[in-house]
C-alpha cells in the first residue's frame, strides 16, 4: 500500500516562498501521475498541481505561473516550489496519485500571513 509523508509547509509573508516535499512508499510512485492537492478551512480538497510519469504538467488557473511540480523518481519523491504566495493559499497540502487513489497522508500546513 503506497503511503506519503509531506514536509515543507510553514508560515510565510505574502510573497514569499515554500518548498514542499512528498515521499511516497511502494514500487508505484515512478509510473504513476502524482499531485499536489490543498484543503483549505470550509472547502473540499482540490488539485493544485499534477505532473505524470513523462513529467507533464497541469496546474489550477489560481496557481499557474506562481507553482512549479516536479518529481524525482529516483528518491520517490514529488516537489512543489510555491513562489509569489497568497493569503488565499493558506491550506494544508496533501500529495497523492493523480487521480488520487492512495490513502491520504497527514499533509502540511501551508499559512500566508502578514
Known amino acids: 500500500q503506497v503511503q506519503f509523508v509531506e514536509s515543507g509547509g510553514g508560515l510565510v509573508q505574502p510573497g514569499g516562498s515554500l518548498r514542499l516535499s512528498c515521499v511516497a512508499s511502494?514500487?508505484?510512485?515512478?509510473?504513476?501521475?502524482m499531485g499536489w492537492y490543498r484543503q483549505a478551512p470550509g472547502n473540499q480538497r482540490e488539485l493544485v498541481a499534477a505532473?505524470?510519469?513523462?513529467?507533464?504538467?497541469y496546474y489550477a488557473d489560481t496557481v499557474k505561473g506562481r507553482f512549479t511540480i516536479s518529481r524525482d523518481n529516483a528518491k520517490n519523491t514529488v516537489y512543489l516550489q510555491m513562489n509569489s504566495l497568497k493569503p488565499e493559499d493558506t491550506a494544508v497540502y496533501y500529495c497523492n496519485t493523480h487521480p488520487a487513489r492512495a490513502q491520504w497522508g497527514q499533509g502540511t500546513q501551508v499559512t500566508v500571513s502578514s
Open positions: 505532473i505524470t510519469s513523462g513529467r507533464s504538467t
Open positions: 511502494g514500487s508505484v510512485f515512478s509510473s504513476a501521475a
